[in-house]
């Protein structure tokens, strides 16, 4: 376990980067092309609902369902060194996901 701990390391740090440069490019084109109207307006309201509560409520889910799983880990008294945490911890963020999915469904279809 010890040796993947720079890896991971590296993984991160270069996924951050690609994440904050492609955040970064997406929010300038939209706003070019917002500011050459070659937006409608209803496209225009659509950019802006992206970046509403449902972002929050979805990382709030996943950070309460992660969080979750590790407690479970923790109280089953789990190591690293076996798989079942790691599906445990997937299943719990799964669940997350699903509840988000379900929550967004319902507020579309109203």
Known sequence: M????????IISVFGSTILFVST????SLK????D???VSPETINL??????????L?????VLFGGLGLIIID???????EAMPYGIE???ISIGFLIYYAIVKKDVED
């Open 75 to 81: 109280a089953m008294g789990l190591d690293g060194d």
């Open 47 to 56: 950019f802006k609902k992206q970046n509403s509560k449902q972002s929050a």
């Open 90 to 92: 997937a299943v719990c």
């Open 24 to 27: 970064l490019t997406n929010y």
């Open 2 to 9: 010890q040796e993947l701990i720079p890896i991971i390391a």
């Open 31 to 34: 706003r070019k092309l917002i």
């Open 58 to 62: 979805k990382w709030g889910l996943l």
């Open 36 to 38: 050459k109207d070659m």
